[in-house]
C-alpha cells in the first residue's frame, strides 16, 4: 500500500527566505506526482505535476524535483511571500491496473512579513 | 469556464439523517471524483468515474455512501444514514486523463451531529 509522508508538517519562516517542503514515497512504481496548495477553506490548486520519467518542473519561483528511486520528491519555493502561506501536499499517481492519488497530510506554511 | 462546482459548500445535519452532496464537473472532463478529507487521515479517494461510469469505489468506507454519475456534468454522493464520524470536507474533481491535472471544487464541509 502506498504510503505518502511530508515533512515538516509545519514550517514558519520570514519574508524573501528560500524553502524547502518534502514529500517521501513507500512504492516507487508511480505514474506521476502532484504538489497542490490548499488555502483555509478552498479547494486544492495544482501547482506543478512530475511524470514518472522526469527529474524536476518550474513554474515561477516554484521548483519541484522527484527522484523516484529513492522515494522523494522535493518543492523549493524561492523567495517566499506572505501569500505563499497556505498548507502544500504532495500526492502521487500509482496503483497499475487499480489506480490511486495518494496524499500526503500536508504542510503548512507560514510566510510572516 | 467557472470550474468545478459543488453544493451545498456547509450541510449540517443530525445522525441517522441521509445527506446528498452534488457535483458539476468541468465540461468536457472525462473524469470525476470523489474524495474525503479529515484531520485524522488527510485526503483519501472514495470513488471516481470514467465518461460517468463508475470505475473504482473501492475507497468508499461503508455501504451506507453511494455516488452517481447519470450524466457528464453531474453527480452526486449520498450517505444514507448518516453518523457523526462521516463528519468531514468532501471535494469533487474532475480531469481530462487519469494520470493528468485534476481540478478540484470548493468542497462541502459536513457536520453530522
Known amino acids: 500500500k502506498q504510503e505518502v509522508t511530508q515533512i515538516p508538517a509545519a514550517l514558519s519562516v520570514p519574508e524573501g527566505e528560500n524553502l524547502v517542503l518534502n514529500c517521501s514515497f513507500t512504492?516507487?512504481?508511480?505514474?506521476?506526482l502532484q504538489w497542490f496548495r490548499q488555502d483555509p477553506g478552498k479547494g486544492l490548486t495544482s501547482l506543478l505535476l512530475?511524470?514518472?520519467?522526469?527529474r524536476e518542473q518550474t513554474s515561477g519561483r516554484l521548483n519541484a524535483s522527484l527522484d523516484k528511486s529513492s522515494g522523494r520528491s522535493t518543492l523549493y519555493i524561492a523567495a517566499s511571500q506572505p501569500g505563499d502561506s497556505a498548507t502544500y501536499l504532495c500526492?502521487?499517481?500509482?496503483?497499475?491496473?487499480?489506480?490511486?492519488?495518494?496524499f500526503g497530510k500536508g504542510t503548512l506554511l507560514t510566510v510572516n512579513p | 469556464d467557472a470550474g468545478v462546482i459543488q453544493s451545498p459548500r456547509h450541510e449540517v445535519t443530525e445522525m441517522g439523517q441521509e445527506v446528498t452532496l452534488r457535483c458539476k464537473p468541468i465540461?468536457?472532463?472525462?473524469?470525476l471524483f470523489w474524495y474525503r478529507q479529515t484531520m485524522m487521515r488527510g485526503l483519501e479517494l472514495l470513488i471516481y468515474?470514467?465518461?460517468?461510469?463508475?470505475?473504482?469505489d473501492s475507497g468508499m468506507p461503508e455501504d451506507r455512501f453511494s455516488a452517481k454519475m447519470p450524466n457528464a456534468s453531474f453527480s452526486t454522493l449520498k450517505i444514507q444514514p448518516s453518523e457523526p464520524r462521516d463528519s468531514a470536507v468532501y471535494f469533487c474533481?474532475?480531469?481530462?486523463?487519469?494520470?493528468?491535472?485534476?481540478?478540484f471544487g470548493p468542497g462541502t464541509r459536513l457536520t453530522v451531529l
Open positions: 465540461s468536457g472532463h472525462d473524469y
Open positions: 512530475i511524470q514518472s520519467s522526469q
Open positions: 500526492a502521487v499517481s500509482s496503483g497499475g491496473s487499480n489506480y490511486k492519488l495518494t
Open positions: 474533481a474532475s480531469s481530462l486523463g487519469l494520470l493528468i491535472e485534476q481540478f
Open positions: 468515474f470514467n465518461n460517468n461510469v463508475p470505475i473504482d
Open positions: 512504492d516507487s512504481a508511480i505514474y506521476n
